[in-house]
């Protein structure tokens, strides 16, 4: 599927600064509004050691719980979310020019459908592998999937030594964040 879609316009609110000692920097915080689900969503682009970015979002409304990325709303609007939390990137791009990304597909938990899916090659990585390649395209970044993380990179080309560059970033995100699954 290709998609098509402008996704909505996209704010920026703040920055988090983090004091836990860890390679997790900062966070800057953006906002947009789904007029298909009339819902707020926070985007999270946490800066870490190595300019790299993590991007996560959630709808605001989730806000206070601890699924807040685990939630599925089920309500077709991926596309324009999707694109939206891209429009992230050149942002960020503009201030660190040298910015690599990384996406984690969060399992969906859906305590009404009692389904709790797997860690290994979730839905969302999937659609992550299949429509980030297109929304953000192959001249700034190397693409990197990591199936058994349900994970995936965007390594930025101007780095001289992307592999190394690659790896610094695997270990980095592994001893920030204890519970994810081992980067293949």
């Known amino acids: 599927m290709l998609i098509i879609t402008e996704g909505y316009p996209i704010k920026f609110i703040q920055t988090h600064p983090v004091k836990d000692n860890s390679c997790h920097l900062k966070s800057y915080v953006f906002k947009f509004f789904s007029t298909n689900l009339k819902l707020h969503y926070i985007v999270r682009a946490e800066y870490h050691k190595y300019d790299f970015f993590a991007i996560k979002f959630y709808a605001k ?41 990384g996406f984690i597909g969060s399992r969906t938990i859906d305590i009404n459908s ?12 999937r659609i992550y592998k299949h429509h980030l390649p297109q929304l953000i395209g192959l001249e700034t970044f190397q693409h990197i999937s990591y199936q058994t993380a349900s994970s995936y990179g965007l390594i930025n080309k101007n780095i001289e030594d992307i592999s190394k560059h690659e790896s610094l970033i695997k270990a980095m995100i592994i001893n920030t964040y204890n519970d994810i699954l081992e980067i293949d």
Do not use: H, M, W
Not at 68 to 97: E, H, M, R, S, W
């Open 114 to 125: 009692n389904k709790i899916e797997s860690y290994t090659n979730n839905q969302r990585y």
């Open 61 to 101: 409304k989730d806000r206070g719980s601890d699924r807040k990325y685990f939630n599925i709303l089920n309500k077709g609007d991926v596309a324009n979310i999707l694109v939206t939390c891209a429009k992230v990137i050149p942002l960020i791009l503009q201030k660190f020019p040298n910015a690599s990304f």
